[in-house]
């Protein structure tokens, strides 16, 4: 049973518009939230989180939101650069310290 | 230096076969794991070690045994592989985490097994 759910496979952007990556959950025990990048043959690289405390938190470029009511959370990166093209990964974690990640976001910005 | 490594990154080998998989993290970490990702691109937990005594099993063949020395490594040994086996398999660490206080997992580069 999957917790944590990435719907979209995939996302094209053009360079120096915002990207846009969602991700829902089921578990409301789930009590810190992450966004992973990984580039291809390399291991899942943190990004940024957000505790269930908070609803918005900025790092540069990259915020992450969260709605608690809807069980949603969401990276949005602005200016997309074309660096930013890899594989993101939503990731929850409960308080047991058990990390469950979603099937992940293929982002493309076009330069 | 690498925080979290494991070896070997590429392993081709033949059905039936038993191999095993290294990894070592000197982050001084108390938790340790190993992730699957399948060809459907889904990282699914397949064990979790913290200061050497198993955590999670996940629902696992019992074909995978992972071994703990001590709290720097976490080797996954697989006995009689499958086919179905083939996937990309990441060790990864994190640290105690105290309820309320942020923590994030750190990951290997991956081994990319293939079973023929």
């Known amino acids: 049973d999957q917790q944590v759910k990435q719907n979209s496979p995939s996302l094209s952007v053009q360079e120096g518009r915002i990207s846009i990556l969602n991700c829902d959950y089921t578990?409301?025990?789930?009590?810190?939230f992450l966004w992973y990048k990984k580039y291809p043959a390399e291991g899942p690289t943190f990004l940024i989180s957000i505790s269930s405390i908070k609803d918005k938190n900025e790092d540069g470029r990259f915020t992450v939101f969260l709605n608690k009511s809807a069980k949603h959370l969401s990276l949005h990166i602005v200016p997309s650069q074309p660096g930013d093209s890899a594989v993101y990964f939503c990731?929850?974690?409960?308080?047991?310290?058990?990390?469950?990640f979603g099937t992940g976001t293929s982002l493309t910005v076009i330069p | 230096d690498t925080a979290v490594s494991q070896t070997p990154k590429y392993l081709v080998t033949q059905m039936g076969n038993d191999k095993s998989i290294k990894c070592e993290q000197n982050l001084g970490h108390d938790t340790m794991y190993w992730y699957k990702q399948d060809s459907k691109k889904f990282l699914k937990i397949m064990f979790s070690y913290n200061n050497k005594e198993l955590i999670i099993n996940e629902t696992v063949p019992n074909r995978f045994s992972p071994k703990s020395p001590d709290k720097a490594h976490l080797n996954l040994h697989i006995n009689s592989l499958e086919l179905g086996d083939s996937a990309v398999y990441f060790c990864?660490?994190?640290?105690?985490?105290?309820?309320?206080?942020?923590?994030?997992?750190?990951f290997g580069e991956g081994s990319w097994l293939t079973v023929v």
């Open positions: 990731a929850a974690r409960n308080t047991g310290n058990q990390f469950y």
């Open positions: 578990n409301s025990m789930f009590d810190y």
């Open positions: 990864a660490s994190s640290q105690d985490v105290i309820l309320g206080s942020g923590n994030t997992i750190y």
